[in-house]
């Protein structure tokens, strides 16, 4: 059953299967939406406590057109669409990817997503692993060029293939000053990617230093001790550097299968809890990683009505 929600004589809003259509949200009230896809706000659902999701739900229901007459869970997803007509920030484009790729494009048992991972000098927006590993850098259209050349060479010598994200708007411009390379994509106002170039593989691109600095201690020990029979051997202090020497005696494509393996456990841990949350909080499910007892808190709190906190 359609409901309509008057909210001014201009301007209606269609609840279809919670589908928001033809809203022009002022600017104020797009930062308090955009406000709503934070760490902290994620943190703030799978807390113990009740007044902290309260506090959620309260934002929820003055930044959401219709936030009471749904769950929270809804209201959010709602949220994210009215972003991604008007106001796509970084997070829409992370949302997009993860949503579209992992949960789509392959399976979150077997595709994981790391998101703002170092690499070299730079952070990579999302690193997605699926039997190679591959690097999403996003400009929005609120972003500037300035560091892309340099972000660029830090992420070709850490993922085999690197992409940028942006609007349809930027794309040819991203074309013409990237190398031939890099895959570059468009996000719709739809929410649909479409792939501008494809990106090429570059296993000759990689270095053992760059693949080293993605990983965690315990995730080198697990790489040596399974290439090498490694076991340590010396004081605390001297670990790195050990670890490294006998890192870079790995060929480059023996060390990228390692090192894919690796960050692919890493990030699937985070499956169980993105599968279960809406589909706008799946890239914040992999950002923010949630222990088992704070996704079922998060999870209940989603779906229940967001009318339900505010009595």
Known sequence: MKQQVRVSSSNDINWTTGVCKNLRMPATDLT????????ATFRALASARPERAREVARRVE???PGAAEMSLGDALDNALRIMAKQYRNEYV???SLVDRIVFGRHNPRTASALLELRAGSSIADVVIVNGTSTAYEIKTDL???SRLPTQIRCYEQCFERVVVVTSPRLASRVLAVVPDHVGVSALNKRGSLSEMRAPAPGIGRLTQTGMFGLLHRQEVLNILRRTRGYEIDVPPARLWQRTQDLFLGLGVEFAHVEVVDQLRVRGIRAADPAGVMPRSLRA???EVPL?????RRAHAKLIAPTASFLN
């Open 291 to 295: 222990n088992a007892s704070e996704a």
């Open 284 to 286: 914040m499910a992999y």
């Open 62 to 64: 003055e930044a959401v």
């Open 32 to 39: 308090a939406i955009s406000g709503l896809f934070s760490r």
């Open 143 to 145: 972003d500037d060029f």
């Open 93 to 95: 484009f992370k949302n």
